[in-house]
């Protein structure tokens, strides 16, 4: 009988991501699931409750097999499900799809990183299980009405090439800039609708967080999220394109917390690290000068915005540890 490969550190590292995110999305849904109206919204959330829980007790199994210790993660003690509603109805929806699109870029990522065939028919199955919670959640979005779709576009009747460079110009004082191409719009839209849904998160965040600090940081963070919106829209309407719609599912006046600060910081820096992927691909696409600056200042404020957050958490002994490599220097002394 073959032995088992020994999980290589890529494998550990990706598995205890995956863990924190998990444990992180199945209390924020028990919160959720408590809370919901309506029954078609009750019956995904609940799928995707059992179907993580069982996701979770296959990692717990394979740290168990290595002789890994368990990882903390978020706990009952991080959720508390018996207090009022801090966000209108499709909220939760709205929010698990985003929690969706992120979980498809990890695990789609972490699935390149494994090597181990069990890890990799974890991956497999964990993005195929995501990409049908997100379908999901996008039909019943668009069943009730309250999913805006991008601009419409008139369909070319012809393929054309770049001509010289003024194609590529956003910062000539003497030309008008180009209108915005389909590529460009794809990647602002994307950045608008996850903000938007970031800014009422982040909203409700900070009316119930406990610790002033914390408190302070997540309404530094509300404004982040205001700006991009404002600005990418800006981009929008001088091309004449219609930005999205804002939804209407906002945070109510309730001011309980129905999560730890712990896990609402760490929801928070999982938002930024989503942000900072977005801009990143936004700069690569797009081909108008001016964007790709827009976007990597986008990016700075973002990724200064998160290390405050990670410096908050580390303060408050929040921020788990991953599995560390071994210090050569410290077992050479």
């Not at 999913?147 to 910062?171: C, D, H, Q």
């Not at 000539?172 to 180009?178: Q, Y």
Request: one cysteine or more.
């Amino acid at each position: 009988m073959t032995q088992k490969q020994a999980l290589s550190s890529s494998e550990l590292g990706t598995l205890w991501m995956t863990y924190q995110e998990k444990t992180m999305i199945q209390r924020m849904l028990e919160y959720f699931i408590e809370q919901a109206d309506d029954n078609r919204a009750k019956e995904i959330m609940q799928d995707t409750h059992m179907k993580i829980i069982n996701y979770l007790e296959d990692i717990k199994g394979i740290f168990k097999n290595e002789g890994a210790v368990i990882p903390v993660g978020y706990t009952e003690q991080d959720v508390n499900v018996g207090v009022p509603k801090l966000y209108d109805n499709m909220f939760d929806i709205m929010f698990l799809r985003l929690l969706q699109e992120i979980s498809m870029g990890l695990h789609t990522l972490h699935l390149n990183m494994a090597y181990r065939k069990d890890i990799v028919l974890l991956y497999k199955e964990l993005t195929a299980f995501t990409q049908s919670v997100y379908d999901e959640c996008v039909d019943y979005l668009q069943e009730k009405d309250v999913l805006p779709r991008p601009p419409a576009v008139t369909m070319p009747k012809s393929v054309e090439f770049v001509e010289g460079t003024n194609y590529m110009s956003g910062f000539n004082l003497f030309s008008e800039k180009r209108a915005l191409n389909t590529v460009e719009v794809s990647h602002l839209y994307h950045a608008i609708e996850s903000n938007i849904i970031g800014m009422q998160l982040i909203t409700g965040f900070a009316q119930v967080a406990n610790e002033p600090e914390v408190k302070k940081y997540f309404i530094k963070g509300k404004e982040l999220a205001k700006k991009i919106v404002t600005d990418n829209t800006q981009l929008f309407l001088q091309s004449d394109i219609q930005p999205p719609s804002t939804w209407g599912a906002n945070a109510t006046d309730s001011k309980v917390a129905p999560f730890s600060d712990k896990l609402m910081m760490y929801c928070t820096s999982l938002f930024c690290s989503f942000g900072l992927g977005s801009s990143a691909l936004g700069t690569a696409f797009s081909l108008r000068s001016d964007l790709p600056l827009k976007m990597v200042n986008e990016a700075k404020d973002i990724l200064t915005y998160g290390s405050e957050g990670g410096k908050l958490m580390a303060k408050n002994g929040w921020l788990e540890e991953p599995p560390q490599m071994q210090d050569r220097n410290q077992l050479t002394k």
